[in-house]
């Protein structure tokens, strides 16, 4: 069974940093796209970024968060990790971890591209 744990959120103040984290269970990761949403309140969950399967050379992100955020990832850990910077006030939100299209070289962008997703985890940027 796949699964997939978020660690990380809290509370920051406007112009700081956190590191998200998500372990997976499972052989299957590395063969997997990775990918992050958030779905701040009163709002549709969105794409935020997303890493290819394999070595991770592939890497997009929501133009939104371009510049302060990088996601990368850890085959041997199973953990794929979301590093953000300057955070803003409006990056308040559930921060969702999801996996799918195996050995796709596609960038996923679309929620339904992928299969697993974990709990999410809160990320409250204060002003």
């Known amino acids: 069974q796949v699964q997939l744990v978020e660690s990380g959120g809290g509370l920051v103040q406007a112009g700081g940093s956190l590191e998200l984290s998500c372990s997976a269970s499972g052989q299957w990761f590395r063969f997997y796209t990775m990918g992050w949403f958030r779905r701040a309140p009163e709002k549709e969950r969105e794409f935020v970024a997303t890493?290819?399967?394999?070595?991770?050379?592939?890497?997009y992100y929501a133009d939104s968060v371009k510049g302060r955020f990088t996601i990368s990832r850890d085959n041997a850990k199973k953990t794929v990790h979301l590093q953000m910077n300057n955070l803003k006030p409006e990056d308040t939100a559930v921060y969702f971890c999801?996996?799918?299209?195996?050995?796709?070289?596609?960038?996923?962008?679309?929620?339904?591209?992928?299969?697993?997703w974990g709990q999410g985890t809160q990320v409250t940027v204060s002003s």
């Open positions: 890493i290819g399967w394999g070595d991770g050379r592939t890497s």
């Open positions: 999801a996996a799918g299209a195996p050995y796709s070289d596609s960038v996923r962008k679309m929620e339904y591209e992928y299969n697993y």
